[in-house]
């Protein structure tokens, strides 16, 4: 995360019903900035931060109400525009940028046809103006592939059997795991060395055997993935920069 800023919440409040789910709009700065809320059964107090994309996300108590999450949010506009104010640029994917792919730099140039990686260059033809969708179709269809295939490769290692995979636009988390052993990454993993997948992918395939963070959990991971402390530092030293890819 960028920043945050956290409320604490009384103890004595009777459960709200579930409110939409739909993103809410945030006056700020002169904007309308989308507002994440996500609902959290051991959160406490309302936590805000504020992502590399410059989206802004309120975790709250699972017994607060929505109106509470937008006036806290409220509360904060002036300290969301000093936050927003100090983001990189986002990345450029168009002609003449360079961007990581499968960790290595890439330069991205104009071609014909569909979108293909040539050695170390994306070539993207169409229009201009649909270049960054293409580019994203292109990582994002990659990123399911490669990380789906790692998935059931790893899956088989501990005998445990993926019920679903799919590949979202998620700026909380690399990866998550459900009850019912869907797994579900962000694409942006693509970006990252081949390491730094293997260590999310593994993260969640022994969560299909463990569904918490104990010392046998953490041993699959280290069967899975021997290099997952390199892979942690990676993600702690440069995970942030992928957001900014969109």
Not at 18 to 46: D, I, N, W, Y
Not at 113 to 118: F, I, K, L
Not at 200 to 222: G, I, Y
């Amino acid at each position: 995360m960028f920043g945050s800023w956290f409320r604490k919440q009384p103890k004595s409040r009777k459960p709200k019903k579930r409110e939409t789910k739909s993103a809410p709009l945030l006056a700020v700065g002169g904007e309308m900035v989308a507002l994440s809320v996500r609902r959290s059964a051991r959160a406490r107090r309302f936590v805000m931060r504020i992502n590399p994309s410059g989206e802004v996300c309120v975790t709250m108590p699972a017994h607060a109400a929505l109106a509470e999450a937008l006036a806290f949010a409220r509360e904060q506009a002036g300290w969301i525009t000093s936050q927003r104010a100090r983001l990189p640029p986002p990345a450029r994917l168009a002609v003449g940028a360079m961007i990581p792919f499968l960790g290595l730099d890439h330069d991205i140039a104009l071609g014909t046809g569909p979108v293909r990686r040539e050695g170390q260059v994306i070539y993207v033809g169409g229009r201009p103006e649909h270049h960054a969708r293409r580019i994203t179709d292109f990582l994002r269809k990659t990123a399911r592939d490669q990380l789906s295939t790692r998935a059931q490769e790893l899956a088989a290692v501990l005998d445990v059997r993926v019920a679903r995979i799919t590949v979202r636009d998620t700026q909380s988390r690399w990866g998550s795991c459900s009850h019912a052993g869907a797994l579900s990454f962000s694409w942006r993993l693509i970006l990252a060395p081949d390491f730094v997948r293997d260590y999310v992918v593994a993260h969640e395939v022994a969560h299909l055997k463990e569904m918490n963070h104990s010392p046998r959990f953490w041993a699959h991971v280290e069967t899975l993935c021997p290099d997952r402390a390199r892979a942690q530092s990676w993600l702690k030293k440069h995970g942030r920069d992928l957001l900014r890819y969109s």
